[in-house]
């Protein structure tokens, strides 16, 4: 921060390891900017277990989808609200949790059956895997 010479980014790292804790607390000179970041992050975690990954997870994902790391036990949402986000229950979108209406999704975005990735409802096949949506059948 150019005015208090402080990190607008603080890692919470562990005492005795100096490894990360996975919290973090961020500094916004816009409070529109902070309240943004809070919608697109909120229960969604990024991985900080290895140095080179600081991969950003959705919040249903048990492992992080770029270096495989299990989630942190107590892992909440990388911006330290999680818990606050609004959810569907696993079974009405097949098994996989996601926000609810208002956040970065839509009511009609999929989860692929394949890699569990969110897919906005434009899509016909998965952006990660290449699945077809479901319901779309494939023409040879």
């Given at each position: 921060?150019?005015?208090?010479?402080?990190?607008?980014?603080?890692?919470?790292?562990?005492?005795?390891?100096?490894?990360?804790?996975?919290?973090?607390?961020?500094?916004?000179?816009?409070?529109?900017a902070?309240?943004?970041?809070?919608?697109?992050?909120?229960?969604?975690?990024?991985?900080?277990?290895?140095?080179?990954?600081?991969?950003?997870?959705?919040?249903?994902?048990?492992?992080?989808?770029?270096?495989g790391?299990a989630?942190?036990?107590?892992?909440?949402?990388?911006?330290?609200?999680?818990?606050?986000?609004?959810?569907?229950?696993?079974?009405?979108?097949?098994?996989?949790?996601?926000?609810?209406?208002?956040?970065?999704?839509?009511?009609?975005?999929?989860?692929?059956?394949?890699?569990?990735?969110i897919?906005?409802?434009?899509?016909?096949?998965?952006?990660?895997?290449?699945?077809?949506?479901?319901?779309?059948?494939?023409?040879?």
């Open positions: 921060d150019k005015r208090t010479g402080r990190p607008k980014i603080w890692l919470y790292r562990d005492k005795e390891t100096n490894e990360p804790k996975g919290d973090a607390t961020v500094t916004y000179e816009d409070p529109h902070a309240v943004a970041a809070v919608e697109w992050f909120n229960n969604n975690w990024l991985c900080l277990k290895k140095s080179n990954c600081s991969n950003v997870n959705f919040a249903f994902r048990g492992a992080c989808n770029r270096c790391i989630r942190p036990t107590g892992a909440s949402g990388i911006l330290g609200v999680g818990g606050r986000g609004k959810g569907r229950a696993a079974q009405e979108s097949g098994g996989i949790s996601r926000p609810a209406g208002g956040g970065i999704f839509g009511p009609n975005d999929w989860p692929c059956p394949m890699c569990g990735n897919n906005w409802a434009k899509r016909t096949k998965c952006n990660i895997c290449n699945t077809n949506k479901p319901g779309i059948m494939r023409v040879v």
